[in-house]
């Protein structure tokens, strides 16, 4: 091959991705992205920064390459509908965050791409076939949280040792909760503790059970985060104090607010991977040939204010592998 040659076919492969985009649509592309949390919100402002620094790593820039709608809604039930309108409405590609938010964009079309993010477990959700192979039009991240139910048991035993009755609050309308909850079952059968179970739908719901947690002689109460506890973090953790309960949670944001401990991945890490999905798929991808991605960095977050205020010790064990603590 001549320098000539040589030159023409770099230049080509360079381009390839550019060409693939251009091929796809005449004009911008149109992403959707679902989320449960208003844009003004302190999350979704971070979680959408990180997308689109993703994608202007892929030569993806916002205005010039594709525009961005965002769409929110926090009541499951409203879910689906608010994602039909979305998918009528020609988007190119769906980001659904959350298990309810991935389920009914997966309801709403089979031709569109969708990227999901911060789902518990996409194949016992029924989202995709497998985490190698996805199959379909759907890909994503997931957060592995039932298989974390067993660490939230763990961490409660060591900052209340000898608990032996531990409270759940967590919400029956949320699938992936479901899943969840039926793993930390198992892990208390597995270790001899009683679990109390308080499935929540409202805010009020979850006032009464944090009113009542003084005559339910509990040790601990663990809480399964989702789109309705996050938005009553504040309220959980001062009615959870006021009780003197310690608490344990699956979101660091919860201990941000004034929870006690909580242990989960590292959802800056698991935003840029949806994005890499996203920017991969935008360029020409299959969504059914990209792997469902796994967490490989996690948080273990700690309060130490509100252990003084419980008058509690975090063991030091506890304090070694913390990555977030809160003075």
Known sequence: MNRRALLIGLCAAALA????????????????????????????????ALFRDVLKRHALVEGRDYVLDYVWEERIERVPAKMRALAAGKVDLIV??????????????????????????????????????????ITGVTNVLPELSGKLLELAREIVPGTRRIGAMWNPDNPAKALEYRALQEASAHAGIELNAFPVRTASEIERV??????????????????????????????ALAARMPTVFSF??????????????????LA?????????????????????????????AVNLATARSLGLAIPQSVLLRANVVIE
């Open 210 to 239: 944090l009113f009542d947690l003084g005559a339910r002689k509990l040790d601990v109460l663990v809480t399964l985060a989702e789109t309705l506890t996050n938005a009553n973090r504040k309220r959980i953790a001062e009615l």
């Open 272 to 300: 840029r991977r949806l994005a890499e999905h996203a920017g991969r798929i935008l360029l020409g991808a299959d969504p059914a040939a990209l792997p469902v991605e796994q967490p490989t960095h996690f948080q273990l």
């Open 96 to 137: 659904a965050i959350t298990t309810p938010v991935a389920l009914a964009a997966r309801d709403a079309t089979r031709e569109i791409p969708i990227v999901f993010g911060t789902v518990s477990d996409p194949v016992g959700s029924g989202l995709v076939a497998s985490l190698a192979r996805p199959g379909g039009n």
């Open 17 to 48: 991705p550019a060409a693939a985009l251009a091929q796809r649509s005449e004009g911008k592309r149109r992403i959707g992205y679902f989320g449960v949390q208003p844009p003004d919100s302190e999350a979704t402002r971070r979680g959408l």
């Open 252 to 269: 660091t944001e919860h201990v941000r607010a004034g929870g006690l401990v909580s242990y989960s991945p590292d959802y800056s890490v």
